[in-house]
């Protein structure tokens, strides 16, 4: 094992990272294979990284997470975007760069943990900044599918971090809400797109596509969203797949106002809004992506047992399920894992949000990744 420090000659912008890298304490930073996207970004290496000559993960190295990089990047969105909404942003671009980096990072590691914890890590972190890396993650996997660009996934992922920042200060307060919404809350929701990129414009970001993928992710296909108006080819795909993400994370997360969907439900409902919301193409992708029974969804066995999706199967109506409870509703200590192809081991049902289920981490499930 050759532990060593990056040099300011090791690396350059646009490169791909030649290995994994470390912080003097252990942590992941970065992922071989990673784009150095940014000056800032490479500084940033060069200042905390060390890296293994010989490949191997420096001993007393924590084990990656997919978990601990999307918490560390939620938190270190909530300090940037604070700062922006203040007026008080330093090298804005180049934090952002970094949050976007570890979502990256996170779906590269395990893109299955990345989708469950969107369902079973959702205390985490304030909703606000919770919601927007979840719905990066989304936006990152079907962009990805989607074959688009490096730089284009990366933009698409910079804008859902950044699309709410407009109404930063009233999003929590918003998300729990029971009452209907006021005349003042309408209209900080309606304005939130524009006001949004007045502040990532006041904040040093000039990228033309990011910034107007987050002026446009309310708009629909048939005109009706917000805040112009725009329909059809006025919007930007980039915008239609940030929203589609946004709607599915929105619809699985519980509020003040109403219980959460099950995925399988939100699915639903956003392929049948697709032709005059989103456009029919971006939710089919999403479907292919996630699949008919997402991973982290809670679902009842022909044979009786409750389990948690938790892995992709041959086809999107058979993924594995990871059994947590009996036929009679006792705890299965290890918990087997079932191929929902079988007749026997088949998927009966979706439970219901809020509906009384075994409770579990996700590092009992996914192993040493999903540790948080």
Known sequence: MKIRKIGPGDLRVGQLLPWDVYGAGGGLLALKGQLIANS???????????????GERPEGAEPASVLRLLNGAALALQAVLEQIAGG?????????EEVAGMV???????????????????????????????????????????????EDVRTATLAALTMNVGMLAGHARLHALTAPLSADDRRLIQAHPQAGVALLRQAGVDHPDWLSCVLHHHENEDGSGYPSGKGGAQVPESAK????????????????????????????DILLEGKTTLGSLPAAVLIRELGIYPIGTRVRLRNGEIGVVSRKGLNSTSPWVTSLTGPRGAPLDPFPQRDTRSDQNGIREVLAPGEPAAEFRMSQVWGSAALP
Do not use: F, W
Request: aromatic share 4%; charged share 20%; hydrophobic share 45%.
């Open 104 to 150: 990256a990072r996170a779906v590269a590691l395990n893109a299955d943990i990345a989708v469950a914890s969107i369902l079973h890590n959702q205390r985490a972190m304030p909703y606000p900044v919770r919601h927007s890396v979840d719905t990066a993650v989304v936006t990152q996997i079907v962009a990805a599918s989607l074959n688009k660009p490096d």
């Open 88 to 96: 008080m942003a330093s090298d804005a671009r180049g934090k952002l």
């Open 241 to 268: 797949l940030v929203a589609l993400a946004d709607r599915y994370c929105a619809r699985v997360s519980q509020r003040g106002y109403r219980q959460s969907l099950a995925p399988n439900a939100a699915l639903r």
């Open 40 to 54: 800032s970004q490479l500084d940033s290496l060069v200042e905390r990284g060390v890296y293994d000559d010989a």
